[in-house]
């Protein structure tokens, strides 16, 4: 029907009358399907075909993927509020032979990654790109590219990570803890090895070297920084834990050294 759409923005005549509750209630699971179909696409791709998926959408086949961006920000705000509600502890319970400042310091910073780490991959995302632009510079990827490569393979490690909350939730606070956060930071690196690895498939560079590459992007993005923050950390913190490790030292020998209590 030539009548039924705006010859001037396309719009569809019949979405033109006065909303009603029964409109509200239908468009609900109508954006919800709509949204999750395109994430459930890209993750997909981006999961079994990566190399491809980041080909096809760069030369422009961008019409069945969730923009990037947009993905990453709403898998890793998915995430937050996840571990949020949850309560992840990720510190298995204290060794005696570690003093308590030093332990108390490790379980401020393990809460600080539970809380905040799937937004400092985010804001990494620029740092990951650069090294990314040097690494895959064998692809022909500029660097604004090499930023939508980073977009989607951290967002798909943000939300490996997120499928593992369950498991992280179950062995909470146990000894365990420590070994999943280790599975799961392996499994990401490995997916973000393959990944960036795999937009070199057509460089004609062997194995090796496109695996190289690939690992090289996603370690140094975030561990360089990680090493930086932690010596300004380590610095910033580190004399105040040398006296409340050598005030609870005092503490202990003062209250072994001081006679027993008579009967």
């Not at 990720?90 to 809380?115: C, N, T, Y």
């Not at 606070?173 to 499994?187: C, N, Q, Y």
């Not at 090493?227 to 050598?246: D, M, S």
Request: net charge positive; glycine share 8%.
């Amino acid at each position: 029907m030539p009548d039924r759409f705006c010859g001037r923005c396309g719009q569809d005549a019949h979405h033109t009358h006065r909303l009603t509750m029964g409109d509200m209630l239908h468009d609900i699971p109508h954006s919800i399907w709509h949204v999750d179909k395109g994430i459930l696409y890209t993750l997909k791709n981006m999961l079994l075909r990566p190399g491809p998926t980041i080909r096809e959408y760069l030369a422009g086949q961008r019409k069945y993927h969730f923009p990037p961006l947009s993905l990453l920000l709403l898998v890793t705000g998915l995430y937050a509020f996840t571990s949020s509600v949850l309560h992840i502890d990720l510190m298995p319970p204290r060794d005696p032979a570690i003093p308590e400042a030093v332990w108390e310091a490790q379980k401020s910073g393990m809460e600080f990654i539970a809380k905040y780490m799937s937004w400092v991959y985010v804001g990494l995302v620029p740092i990951i790109a650069a090294f990314a632009r040097l690494f895959l510079r064998r692809g022909g990827y500029n660097y604004a590219e090499c930023l939508v490569i980073a977009v989607f393979v951290t967002a798909v490690c943000n939300s490996l990570t997120l499928l593992f909350l369950p498991v992280s939730y179950f062995y909470s606070g146990t000894i365990h803890i420590t070994k999943v956060g280790a599975i799961a930071s392996l499994i990401s690196f490995g997916y973000a090895t393959w990944a960036y690895s795999s937009t070199l498939a057509h460089t004609g560079l062997s194995l090796a070297g496109r695996l190289i590459r690939g690992f090289l992007p996603f370690v140094l993005g975030i561990i360089l920084p990680s090493i930086l923050v932690g010596i300004v950390a380590a610095g910033l913190r580190g004399n105040t834990i040398k006296k409340e490790v050598a005030q609870q030292r005092l503490q202990k020998q003062q209250a072994k050294s001081a006679p027993a209590p008579a009967h």
